[in-house]
């Protein structure tokens, strides 16, 4: 498989890419659900509610927190996870505006 050319891709596209492709898996998904029905940091619940094995949340977790879209605190042996307020704004609108930037075909195909 080729290398991507991600100098010929304009900031905010690299930024969106990475940042959705952080979140392109449905384990990831669920957690991040999770993560904000729960409107506060979870502790550990996450293997109880997904049941999935820690080990796999603990990976999908960090791939999260690398891409800035989670935050954790050490809170004795248990790290706490929350999202990043601005990153996920920031997420929210730069997918607003890639989203918004389709007004639909005059006539297509």
Not at 12 to 26: D, G, S
Not at 28 to 46: P, T, W
Not at 84 to 97: C, D, I, T
Request: charged share 20%.
């Amino acid at each position: 498989m080729g290398t991507t050319k991600k100098e010929i891709f304009s900031k905010e596209q690299n930024e969106l890419a990475l940042q959705l492709k952080a979140i392109a898996h449905p384990a990831r998904i669920a957690i991040l659900q999770q993560i904000i029905s729960a409107n506060a940091c979870i502790c550990g619940d996450l293997v109880d509610e997904l049941g999935l094995a820690q080990a796999t949340i603990s990976q999908h977790l960090k791939e999260l927190k690398n891409a800035g879209i989670i935050q954790g605190t050490i809170e004795g042996v248990k790290v706490c996870y929350c999202i990043e307020p601005r990153a996920w704004k920031k997420l929210q609108n730069m997918l607003s505006n890639f989203l918004d930037g389709y007004k639909g075909p005059a006539n297509c195909c």
